[in-house]
């Protein structure tokens, strides 16, 4: 009867993972370069227990769907996104990090030096992308190449992975290489004045909440009818 107990408590433990992990996707539904949460969860083993309760072992993997979002147009000459494979390359210069993101969101600090949200430097081919003060036009070729009123200041920099699926999260749209070298990117486009939203689809992550969530009502539920049923035992047994 214990062993019943342990399966549904593992059922319901990753019941919760999943929640977790749908509640995560859609609270990132709008933002800009997400790329959605998926777990797989394979069987390894199964078998019978002694008390006739079905059990398995089990590995969950966890990855960032890398499936390009829609794009959305906004008209900011500092916003692009990438049409086809590939990331932007960030560097962190506090730790030297290098991280990398589809969420092409930029703007320039006061010393005209090209940054994301997060202050992250926005790397080019040739390192970090410094833009003139008060230039009047900022043209954003599909090679990525930048000019400021006619003049060349830098091309961005997009690589790609062999494995993508083994990038680690770091926040919401950024990701580590995990040691992985990354390779330089000539097929994508670049488009200016555009950003690549979230490729969550809001309607199947309420879908997947909702049936996970049934799962979990009727794991518990389980449990407590196992429950009733020992307390009952208990009593009888009380009795002699």
């Known amino acids: 009867m214990l062993l019943r107990l342990q399966n549904s408590l593992a059922a ?19 933002t800009i370069g997400y790329k959605r949460h998926r ?7 199964e078998f019978v227990d002694i008390e006739g309760a079905p059990r398995s072992t089990r590995s969950q ?7 390009q979002g829609p794009l959305e147009s906004t008209g900011s000459p500092l916003d692009v996104a990438l049409n086809g494979d590939g990331f932007f390359v960030f560097s962190d210069e ?19 030096l090209l940054r994301n949200p997060s202050g992250h430097l926005v790397e080019g081919v040739g390192g970090p992308i410094q ?24 091309r961005l920099r997009v690589v790609r992975f062999e494995n993508p699926r083994a990038l680690q999260r770091v926040d919401s749209a950024g990701f580590d290489a995990a040691g992985m ?12 004045g555009h950003v690549e939203s979230s490729n969550v689809n809001p309607l199947s992550e309420m879908t997947d909440m909702i049936t ?5 009502e009727s794991q518990q539920k389980l449990l407590q009818t196992t429950d009733q049923i020992l307390g ?7 009795r002699f």
Do not use: C, K
């Open 12 to 30: 319901m433990s990753s019941g919760i993972h999943e929640q977790e992990r749908i509640a995560n996707n859609l609270a990132n539904a709008n």
């Open 39 to 45: 777990t797989f969860t394979e069987t390894l083993e």
């Open 61 to 67: 993997e966890d990855w960032a769907a890398m499936e």
């Open 94 to 112: 506090e730790t030297g990090a290098q991280r990398y993101s589809r969420a092409g969101r930029f703007a320039m600090d006061a010393d005209g």
């Open 131 to 154: 833009i003139p003060r008060h230039v009047e036009n900022i043209n954003i070729g599909p090679d990525g190449s930048i000019t400021a009123d006619g003049q060349t200041v830098g």
């Open 181 to 192: 070298e990354p390779i330089d990117e000539q097929e994508t486009t670049v488009m200016q």
């Open 212 to 216: 996970h969530f049934r799962l979990f």
């Open 232 to 238: 009952s035992v208990t009593r009888e047994l009380g």
